[in-house]
């Protein structure tokens, strides 16, 4: 089916909508696509990815990702992905839901229950904590883009035998690795169980989380994938 997205753009119109799912799932892609063809399409859109998004996220940002986590407790790690997110709901989410725009964010709380999750934090504790956090700016929609561990990391090129090692040899630089890969943030560092367990989490999350959530197979091409992000946002949205 196909859908004019001149005519999905307004229905998006103060609609907040998170793209997240595993490591090389394509969610940075789909979102970027998804940003440009709302524009192209006549809608006021405002992109944005957690953590970060502010100077003051991008600081946490810097924190939580360019470095070694191996010392750092689940629930420091958890709180400060939450205090970056309180700024960017501040700062840019609310003022530009009240405008009307369409927010599209790359990750979010989503992101926290299975990746945080997945290192020993309750899920259902995340929740509570993003309760306090967020307040009620929770998204609209949330698209989890679902892929197999093994064929994420070929996406992004990293190979098995680099997962879980790394991190603390290269934590704050941007060089790459002797044979081409690029230096892995924190939590692409950790181990192949630990990623296969934040899809898993990823897996469950309609079950649980708080606003709507859809989980679309990003296994296939990116333009069929595409597809199926429109289609699904003109039937929640229709």
């Not at 859908?3 to 997240?20: E, H, M, S, W, Y």
């Not at 192209?40 to 991008?58: F, N, Y």
């Not at 309180?86 to 926290?112: H, N, S, Y």
């Not at 597809?227 to 039937?235: D, I, M, P, S, T």
Request: contains cysteine.
């Amino acid at each position: 089916m196909s859908i004019d997205l001149t005519q999905l753009a307004p229905r998006l119109a103060g609609k907040f909508v998170v793209f997240d799912g595993p490591d090389g799932s394509g969610k940075s892609s789909q979102h970027r696509r998804l940003t440009e063809a709302l524009v192209a399409g006549g809608g006021g859109v405002v992109s944005c990815r957690d953590p970060g998004g502010t100077d003051i996220g991008e600081r946490i940002r810097s924190v939580l990702l360019d470095h070694d986590l191996s010392r750092m407790a689940v629930n420091c790690e958890t709180l400060l992905f939450m205090a970056s997110r309180a700024q960017l709901v501040f700062e840019v989410i609310e003022p530009a839901l009240r405008e009307g725009k369409t927010v599209l964010c790359d990750r979010f709380v989503t992101a926290t229950c299975a990746y945080q999750g997945a290192a020993g934090y309750d899920p259902q504790r995340v929740i509570e904590v993003a309760r306090y956090a967020i307040g009620n700016t929770w998204p609209d929609l949330s698209i989890i883009l679902d892929v197999d561990i093994e064929a994420g990391f070929e996406r992004i090129g990293r190979k098995k035998h680099h997962a879980g090692k790394h991190r603390k040899k290269y934590a704050g630089q941007t060089s790459l690795f002797a044979g081409g890969d690029s230096v892995p943030d924190a939590m692409e560092a950790r181990s192949l169980a630990y990623h296969r367990k934040v899809r898993e989490l990823f897996r469950e999350l309609p079950a649980y989380y708080p606003r709507p959530v859809v989980i679309i197979d990003s296994g296939q091409p990116e333009e069929t994938v595409f597809a199926h992000v429109v289609e699904c946002l003109a039937r929640v949205f229709g």
